[in-house]
Structure formats: C-alpha cells, structure tokens
C-alpha cells in the first residue's frame, strides 16, 4: 500500500512539474497562433464569398453589399451565415477588423430578409433618422448601454432591395466614421 502511494505521489509531482513547465514556456514566433484562426475555427466564419453564397442560397435573395468601407484600415474581413433553423432569426454578418488597432477598427454588417426586421437600435438608442437616395429611411443611433458602461456601437439600419441592413462601427473611431459616412456607404449599395 505506501509504494502505490509513494508511486502516486511520484506520478502526480511529475505531472505538476511538467505541467508547471509547459505554462512557463512562451511560443517561439514560428509558433504564433494566426489573428483569424479562432474565428474559423470556433465562430464559424468563413471568407465573405462562401458565406455570401452560403446566405443567398439559404434566402433565395442575392446580398448585394456596399462597395464603399469606412475610412479606417483593415487586416481581415471574415463572414458567417447564421442559420438558427429557420429564416426569422437568421443573418449574413460581415466583420472587418485590424488586428494591429485591436478591437477601435470594428465594422460589422448584417444583412436579413426585410420581412423578419431587427428593431436595432432600439427607439431609446435612436438619435437620427436620415433619407437614403432611394428615399427609403435610414436610422442612425447607438447600441445600449449595459449598466454604467456607455454605447459600445454606432449603428445604422435600413432597408434595400428588400433586405435589412444594420451597418455598426466601434464608437471610438466615430470621428472618421460618422453618421454621414454610414449613410455614403448604404447609398453605394445598388
């Protein structure tokens, strides 16, 4: 009985050491894990044209997308179709990000059939209603704020073509991506 216990203890103190040693020890630079990788991998992303697809054919409806960004730089563009076994909550989402400004240059797009409409923002979030070119209205606002936490996103949503498009940016980058740059970029969907 001691020498299974003596050899449990020996087993065990191996194990913490080596286990010790394995968190020590950083990646070399060959090693590092690429910026996209857990997106793929654990969100579900795809790259924009399979997802795209992926949607048009789940909504029998082509996305058309804006040919206009907003004025910041982006390493990525990442995009999903979330299908929740129907059509009523399901989306196209579009992220561009940069992995070298951290989360400030965070651009999103969903897109959805405008028969199953997001209320985003929410009327208590809206601070302005604009007229697109092709007259539809455009609503501009912010997304909630959670407990003493203020707005995270500037949100811009209208309709097109008959889809709903909810644009949203990071509000630390709201001096180079206005309301007006949102509402250039919706008119340059055609």
């Not at 795209?52 to 910041?72: A, D, G, M, V, Y």
Request: proline fraction near 6%; include cysteine; glycine fraction near 6%.
């Amino acid at each position: 009985m001691i020498k299974r216990v003596s050899l449990l203890i020996i087993v065990f103190t191996f194990m913490i050491g080596s286990t010790t040693y394995a968190y020590n020890e950083k990646p070399s630079s060959d090693e590092r894990v690429p910026f996209e990788k857990m997106y793929f991998e654990y969100g579900g992303y795809k790259t924009v044209e399979d997802a795209l697809s992926e949607c048009n054919r789940h909504f029998r409806k082509k996305i058309t997308l804006p040919f206009k960004l907003p004025p910041i730089p982006f390493t990525h563009q990442l995009a999903r179709c979330n299908q929740h076994g129907g059509v009523v909550n399901d989306y196209f989402e579009i992220e561009y990000l940069n992995e070298l400004q951290g989360s400030n240059n965070h651009y999103m797009i969903w897109v959805n059939p405008s028969g199953h409409r997001k209320g985003f923002p929410r009327k208590s979030n809206v601070i302005r209603i604009y007229e697109l070119e092709n007259g539809e209205k455009a609503v501009y606002g912010t997304t909630p704020t959670l407990g003493d936490r203020p707005p995270a996103f500037d949100v811009l949503r209208f309709e097109k073509n008959g889809l709903q498009y909810i644009l949203s940016v990071d509000k630390r980058v709201e001096d180079k991506v206005t309301a007006y740059v949102l509402v250039d970029i919706a008119n340059s969907i055609k």
